[in-house]
T-cell receptor, first 115, second 113 residues
Framework: EPEVTQTPSHQVTQMGQEVILRCVPI?????FYWYRQILGQKVEFLVS????????KSEIFDDQFSVERPDGSNFTLKIRSTKLEDSAMYFC?????????????FGPGTRLTVL | AQSVTQPDIHITVSEGASLELRCNYS??????LFWYVQSPGQGLQLLLK??????LVQGIKGFEAEFKRSQSSFNLRKPSVHWSDAAEYFC???????????FGGGTRLMVKP
């Protein structure tokens, strides 16, 4: 069964450093997402991406964050200058169509630790 | 603003017992509701979803959920729990804007032998 994959599974970085989290969505899916979950808190929406542009973003997704689909398979989340409060589990998801009723398939997550 | 509340942070049930996980939502329009499960080291897996029609929906792994508009609830049920059901369960509401999901805080289920 196709699945969303994410790399790395765990990333440790120093405050102020740039990080890039990578995701490979399910092939032929058109809509891509990033969510995060700070330890002990809810899963929160960050951004959705469709047709090579951001469709929607939350308040969390400020200028420090960016997303890109650099080739036909990868979908990345970049944090330019990490802060301690960016420590969280980051989940990538994809859905087949641009319909909010469509199932989002989630990856296993990348745990980001900012020291 | 839309929100989802899962009142129970932890629940422990005996294997073979029935299960009900509570979910309450606040949403201005017709809600589109989902239940996801997360096992350790795994991503979020969709159990079931409700958009319209029959208010009792069946999902994978023997789970079902009932939408009750009058109570703003979408509780998840299973008649007989298996040890492999131990996981964290998330209720979510979907939005037209950007296809985003708003999640509840999750309920961690533990299953006693």
């Amino acid at each position: 069964e196709p699945e969303v994959t994410q790399t790395p599974s765990h990333q440790v970085t120093q405050m102020g450093q740039e990080v890039i989290l990578r995701c490979v969505p399910i092939s032929n899916h058109l809509y891509f997402y990033w969510y995060r979950q700070i330890l002990g808190q809810k899963v929160e929406f960050l951004v959705s991406f469709y047709n090579n542009e951001i469709s929607e973003k939350s308040e969390i997704f400020d200028d420090q964050f960016s997303v890109e689909r650099p080739d036909g398979s990868n979908f990345t989340l970049k944090i330019r200058s990490t802060k301690l409060e960016d420590s969280a589990m980051y989940f990538c998801a994809s859905s087949a169509r641009a319909a909010f009723t469509d199932t989002q398939y989630f990856g296993p997550g990348t745990r980001l630790t900012v020291l | 603003a839309q929100s989802v509340t899962q009142p129970d942070i932890h629940i422990t049930v005996s294997e073979g017992a029935s299960l009900e996980l509570r979910c309450n939502y606040s949403y201005g329009a017709t809600p589109y509701l989902f239940w996801y499960v997360q096992s350790p080291g795994q991503g979020l897996q969709l159990l079931l979803k409700y958009f319209s029609g029959d208010t009792l929906v069946q999902g994978i792994k023997g789970f079902e959920a009932e939408f009750k508009r009058s109570q703003s609830s979408f509780n998840l049920r299973k008649p007989s729990v298996h040890w492999s059901d131990a996981a964290e369960y998330f209720c979510a509401v979907g939005h037209n804007a950007g296809n985003m999901l708003t999640f509840g805080g999750g309920t961690r289920l533990m299953v006693k032998p």
